[in-house]
């Protein structure tokens, strides 16, 4: 896993946190000797823990610092949070699958992950009450680009989110800069549906 990411991450720092994270406590048991695939995984609720090669890219493409504030948005396993723990100064992580977000929250105790914070999702996209964030990752997919999202940047923030329809998406980033915001597009992936009223209305198509 960590020789693939060396072809694709410029981050030093990502590779790190990656190689320090037990990938393995994060899956499922029946999925453990497949901790370390390149692929996503099913975690139950109809939800995957993320393929690594694309954590690695989200993270890469934030340019997360160590003093960096950072919101997770959709902690599913909580594996992604606990890359994000070891890269900046504190973690939040929001989940709407309470039986997740539990397990999440066991998981990153027992591991030592002590600078994340997981809260239960509300009817607003992401966590406001602690905004404004340096980083935004969104760990799933949004018809576009959700503006409460942009709201909680702070100035020089990067929000990473994968933008498109239910099946496919192109990973973006916004950067809030002084003239407003810059958006880059990082290249094609696959999550599932971030739901919301500010993106998909419902887990399947209607
Ligand atoms: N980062 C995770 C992968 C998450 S999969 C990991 O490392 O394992 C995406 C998650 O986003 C799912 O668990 C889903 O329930 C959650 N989700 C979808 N819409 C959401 C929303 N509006 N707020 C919070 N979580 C959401």
Known sequence: MLALLRRHVTDERVIEAMAAVPRERFVLPEWHDRAYDDSALPIGGGQTISQP????????AARI???DRVLEVGTGSGYQAAVLSVLAREVVTVERIATLRARAEVVLR??????????????VLGWPEAAPYDVIIVAAGAPHIPRPLLDQLAPGGRLVV???DRRGQELMRATRTAHG?????LGACA??????KEAWETEAPP
């Not at 090669?53 to 890469?60: G, S, T, Y």
């Not at 027992?110 to 009817?123: C, H, K, R």
């Open 110 to 123: 027992e591991l030592g992950y002590t600078n994340v914070i997981v809260m239960q999702a509300s009817d």
């Open 162 to 164: 994968p933008v498109g």
């Open 53 to 60: 090669l694309i954590v690695a890219l989200m993270l890469d």
């Open 65 to 67: 610092t160590p003093t």
């Open 191 to 196: 999550f599932v549906p971030l739901i919301g």
């Open 181 to 185: 915001i810059e958006i880059a597009r």
